[in-house]
Nanobody, 120 residues
């Protein structure tokens, strides 16, 4: 089982980016999926989370600007980031609670991280 994140890059303040994360491998079920970020010198924080039913929650600093969504059939989660600010600069990690075919319970899996830089 692995998660593969993509879509990071350099963007000017006020710009937009869309992150994608694909889950692959011997997966029986995926529960909650989410995006975390870690800025230099700071702890990793939860940015947005979406349950298997589609309920979402966001950290206050991105509410109204970021939108998390998922495609259960494709085993993917997305993060649409609009009105980006320099303080959004960080490495973004996708996360998912996955039950493998060979497993006995859900475990947390992490993507490799994708760098988002917001700068003029």
């Amino acid at each position: 089982v692995q998660l593969q994140a993509s879509g990071g890059g350099l963007v000017q303040p006020g710009g937009s980016l869309r992150l994608s994360c694909a889950a692959s491998g011997s997966i029986f079920s995926i529960n909650a999926m989410g995006w975390y970020r870690q800025a230099p010198g700071k702890q990793r924080e939860l940015v947005a989370r979406i349950t298997s039913e589609g309920s979402t929650n966001y950290v206050d600093s991105v509410k109204g600007r970021f939108t998390i969504s998922r495609d259960n059939a494709k085993k993917m989660v997305y993060l649409q980031m609009n009105s980006l600010k320099p303080e959004d600069t960080a490495v973004y990690y996708c996360n998912a609670a996955i039950l493998p075919h060979y497993g006995t319970g859900y475990s947390d899996y992490w993507g490799q991280g994708t760098l988002v830089t917001v700068s003029s």
